[in-house]
């Protein structure tokens, strides 16, 4: 059950603490795996650390030209392309009022419009593959379901993932591929870890389970969806945050 032998999965921020469980994840299940990040050095790392079926593929989400041709360099590394996780993203966050145009405009092109052109880059790669089987999988957050105070940008490119990413499952659904997203809430990662006891302790409190969620937990939930057994799932958002958005 959930395996992903013979699979080819592209890993996007997989220098962060979910993206690297998801590389892993997906590589134990036996998927070639390509990862890709900003930072060289820890790709080249976590490359080492899974060894065989693992591919270094370097982007800087911000770059247009460089995620322009992502998945054309992913499919040439991996000889193909069946599942695309997108799970890089950024926060610059600030309170509406004072919130600064470059800081809307670099959030949204980095979490939204990157994200839109590795999701048509990789629907074409799949539908010309013609093999009946494609996964996409989007890392949207719980703050693009509920919002959340100062994230005005981040959460609107996180809803704006979850409207994208229902389209999309619409358009290539009759093809055996689908699209979807998974919503994660407070998760033990490097972002966090810098947070004191007492924002901690803050933060556990609005989440029903009362507790933070583990990087192994959304990995699994993409492992699913990214299955053989996950293929009757499309359009949907899988909420992973403990209860804080109940849909």
Known sequence: MFDLTGKKALVTGATGGIGGAIARTFHTAGAT????????DKLNELAKELGDRAFVVPCDLADRESVGTLIDRTTKAL???DILVNNAGMTKDNLFMVMKD??????????????????????????????????????????????????????????GMIGMTKSL???????????????????????TDGLN????????????????GEP?????????LASQEGGYITGQTLHINGGMAMI
């Open 33 to 40: 795996v390509a990862i890709s990040g900003r930072n060289e």
């Open 169 to 191: 499952a619409r358009e290539v659904a009759s093809r055996g591929i689908t699209a979807n997203c998974i919503a994660p809430g407070f998760v033990k990662t490097p972002m």
């Open 79 to 81: 000889d193909g392309l």
């Open 197 to 212: 006891e007492k924002q901690m302790a803050q933060a556990a409190e609005i989440i029903p389970a009362g507790r933070f």
């Open 102 to 159: 470059d800081q809307w405009d670099d959030v949204v092109a980095v979490n939204l419009t990157s994200t839109f052109m590795l999701m048509r880059a990789a629907a074409r790669s799949m539908m010309r593959a013609r093999t009946g089987y494609g996964r996409i999988i989007n890392i949207s957050s719980v703050s693009g379901v509920v919002g959340n105070p100062g994230q005005g940008n981040y959460a609107a490119t996180k809803a």
């Open 216 to 224: 192994d937990e959304i990995a699994a939930g993409a492992l699913y």
